[in-house]
């Protein structure tokens, strides 16, 4: 099986600053897909940002930015102009586009911001 | 368009109780999967279903059992409720094509809370 490591249990910012989330994992997969999913108190799941291990650029989704170092195997989340409703649960997940493309998920960064 | 959703939201079980939690999407996905997150920890696959007649096992499958008979719906089953069962469970879906552009993503609905006393 995949794993995947969030080394941040829990993380605080400043209202307004800039937070990095870290993740990184373990496979030996060349071809795969690394996404961030965001859980707010509601429990519901939200999809932050994907990132195609083939592609070399980095995604970004507005204020939500990845670091992608595929030969680290290193998959951070930078979030620009925190903002109180960025208070979450953050998981960071791999996917293998195998049968069943089974998703594997970190065990999370929680993260508040700070009025 | 509802998405994934998920009856109940919450359930109280005794030991040895039985019960259905119940998962249906609108998007005609193919592929969909059922979780349980445990206090403190990320998403754990119990079953995953590529498409309706197909099923097979994720990560901790022990105690469950799942059917997919049309592609709206995946049905997951406790048997014998233990306490070790108490969890959120959720539902996800998502659309994989072999040929052209695959959603990859998941989509989940909103979770149920059980408990097993």
């Known amino acids: 099986a995949q794993t995947v490591t969030q080394s941040q249990p829990e993380m605080s910012v400043q209202e307004a600053e800039t937070v990095t989330l870290s993740c990184t994992y373990d496979?030996?997969?060349?071809?795969?897909?690394l996404f961030w999913y965001k859980q707010p108190p509601s429990r519901q799941m939200i999809l932050v940002i994907r990132q195609e291990a083939y592609k070399q650029q980095n995604a970004t989704e507005n204020r939500f930015s990845v670091n992608f170092q595929k030969a680290a195997k290193s998959f951070s989340l930078k979030i620009s102009d925190s903002q109180l409703g960025d208070t979450a649960m953050y998981f960071c997940?791999?996917?293998?586009?195998?049968?069943?493309?089974?998703?594997?998920f970190g065990t999370g960064t929680s993260l508040t911001v700070i009025p | 368009n509802a998405g994934v959703t998920q009856t109940p939201k919450f359930r109280i079980l005794k030991i040895g109780q039985s019960m259905t939690l119940q998962c249906t999407q609108d998007?005609?996905?193919?592929?969909m999967y059922w979780y349980r997150q445990d206090p403190g920890m990320g998403l754990k696959l119990i079953y995953y279903s590529v498409g309706a007649g197909i099923t097979d096992k994720g990560e901790v499958p022990n105690g469950y059992n799942v059917s997919r008979s049309t592609t709206e719906d995946f049905p997951l089953r406790l048997e014998l409720a233990a306490p070790s069962q108490t969890s959120v469970y959720f539902c996800a879906s998502s659309y994989y094509q072999r040929q052209g552009a695959s959603l990859n993503e998941q989509f989940f609905g909103p979770g149920t809370r059980l408990t097993v006393l």
């Open positions: 998007m005609n996905h193919n592929y």
């Open positions: 997940a791999f996917m293998k586009p195998r049968t069943g493309n089974q998703f594997y």
């Open positions: 496979t030996s997969e060349n071809n795969y897909y």
